[in-house]
């Protein structure tokens, strides 16, 4: 059974700090690009950070460059997100999302639940 578990959301205000994790299991996890995606109200999902299955390349959703890092740890089936200087725009339920392939034609793409973050004074 495939399971994408967040957890570290929260409240926190302006200007601190929060680390989401995704525990994976119920795939190849060392085999998967890992996303963080957030939705805030009336928004469309977006991508935050993503990372290679090696963890050798990492991307950034532009509103989050140089505040936010994603980080991979393939022996403990976890990805991570630490995210710095919170804004009230960061507010958004925050979610992880595995891609990978089965073969050359069946690919996956798994979504946890999701975490909510609140950034708010």
């Known amino acids: 059974q495939v399971q994408l578990v967040e957890s570290g959301g929260g409240l926190v205000q302006p200007g601190g700090s929060l680390r989401l994790s995704c525990a994976a299991s119920g795939f190849t996890f060392s085999s998967s690009v890992m996303s963080w995606y957030r939705q805030a109200p009336g928004k469309e999902r977006e991508l935050v950070a993503g990372i290679t299955s090696s963890g050798v390349s990492t991307n950034y959703g532009d509103s989050v460059k140089g505040r936010f890092t994603i980080s991979r740890d393939n022996a403990k089936n976890t990805v991570s997100l630490q995210m710095n200087s919170l804004k009230p725009e960061d507010t958004a339920v925050y979610y992880c999302?595995?891609?990978?392939?089965?073969?050359?034609?069946?690919?996956?793409?798994?979504w946890g639940q999701g975490t909510q973050v609140t950034v708010s004074s």
């Open positions: 999302n595995a891609k990978g392939s089965f073969t050359a034609t069946r690919r996956y793409d798994y």
